[in-house]
């Protein structure tokens, strides 16, 4: 495991993590620490980024990647946005050796009783693609469509609106491609329903269970992962989830959601975890790690806010962050070379990933990293994608969130 200049960037908050965790995230629970773990507990976080279509370099950063998580040394590792049942074939070979516990919910979908859209009212969309966008497909056509397309996107009707919504995950996606989809009978989420997350762990995963956000869900199925493993006859409990993100600027919030907005979708997932998990773990120590696409502002870290108020949820509950206690960004403007790459017009370095801690008992602190931060090499695909041969190896990010790492000390 390598690990940019993690310590350099760290405030110096570890004894405030310390008293943290004893006052408050650490009350309760406990267990029997006479077991055969001497080392720390390692429970890691990554979102790959391999959103087809959405997010860059999605099939050259996979080999990459597979590389990264094969020789990473943690006890528990919580993945998101791994979307595609290649993809997630090819992590979960990539992991086996290390990992041999490993749980994944098969993709579900829900469709569309009658055609998504007529051709009169996908017309103006398909339109202003055909227009805006002429001769783009896939990754470079969903980015021109969501700028350029944006007003008559907005108009559709929320059936239509959600089909072609649901589309965006398509391969050398087209309009011509898109147009033919939703004009039938066709599903309503991105990745065919795909959840995007896979929970590995060297230790045995069990009294699993899986909290599905599927008739709150908008544009992309949503849930939550969880599972019990035994260290030092201690069960502790863990959690994997990507609630809803913030894609206002983006997309607009569909007119067939139940909660009002983006922020509020995302509020309603964060109370459904913290009460499943509670309940679920009783005074058990929880370990709740993922994408949970909120954050609180931390000046002395430059850290901008994203549904802190959703965040907070988190904490008022008596869940620690150290995460957020002690790194810089996760989501980072001015870091990420897949952003850079992208021109991407965010300003803003969030930290949206985070492993939420509660009932842990312990005297020494936790220890944050950020990890998966170095710049990897990639190479063009065959047949070509969107890095073209004539500008192959070339350097990027492994995703475009960096992990992050909690150190758990077991005495």
């Known amino acids: 495991m390598k690990i940019i200049s993690t310590l350099s960037r760290l405030p110096k908050t570890l004894a405030f993590t310390a008293a943290l965790c004893l006052l408050s995230a650490c009350s309760g629970g406990g267990g029997n620490n006479n077991g055969d773990k001497t080392d720390p507990l390692r429970i890691t976080s990554f979102n790959m980024g391999f959103a087809l279509n959405f997010v860059a370099f999605t099939q050259e950063r996979l080999a990459a990647d597979k590389e990264l998580l094969a020789s990473h040394d943690s006890d528990v590792i919580c993945l998101q946005e791994v979307w595609l049942p290649d993809y997630v074939d090819g992590i979960a070979a990539a992991l086996k050796d290390n990992y041999p516990y490993i749980y994944t919910v098969p993709p579900e979908q829900v469709f569309s009783g009658a055609p998504a859209c007529s051709n009169e009212e996908i017309a103006d969309f398909a339109n202003c693609g055909n227009t805006q966008c002429a001769g783009l497909s896939g990754a470079a056509l969903v980015a021109c469509a969501s700028v ?10 929320p059936a239509c609106f959600d089909g072609v919504i649901g589309t965006v995950g398509i391969p050398n996606i087209t309009v011509e491609i898109m147009v033919d989809t939703v004009t039938k009978p066709t599903g309503l989420f991105a990745y065919d329903g795909s959840l995007g997350l896979m929970l590995a762990s060297k230790h045995e995963l069990k009294n699993r269970e899986f909290q599905d956000f599927i008739n709150d869900s908008s544009s992309n199925h949503r849930g939550a992962l969880y599972a019990e493993i035994e260290v030092n006859k201690q069960t502790h409990l863990v959690g994997c989830t990507h609630p809803t993100a913030n894609l206002e600027g983006t997309i607009p919030y569909p007119g067939s959601g139940k909660h009002g907005s983006w922020e509020g979708e995302n509020r309603w997932m964060q109370q459904q975890m913290i009460a499943f998990a509670n309940n679920k773990a009783g005074k058990k120590p929880i370990l709740f790690a993922g994408d949970f696409n909120c954050g609180l502002a931390n000046a002395s870290n430059g850290v901008d806010p994203e549904f802190p108020e959703n965040c907070a949820l988190w904490t008022a509950a008596g869940f620690a962050d150290p995460a957020a206690d002690q790194l810089p960004c996760t989501f980072c403007d001015s870091e990420n070379l897949i952003l850079q790459a992208e021109n991407n017009a965010i300003v803003e370095n969030k930290l949206l990933d985070h492993i939420f801690v509660k009932n842990l008992v312990t005297t020494r602190p936790i220890l944050a990293q950020r990890v998966f931060d170095d710049p990897i090499s990639i190479e063009a695909t065959i047949p ?17 969130h960096f992990g992050v790492e909690l150190t758990l000390p077991l005495r």
């Open 148 to 157: 350029q397309c944006g007003a008559p996107l907005a108009g559709l009707p």
């Open 384 to 400: 070509p994608s969107e890095l073209q041969p004539e500008d192959s190896p070339t350097m990027t990010s492994p995703s475009d």
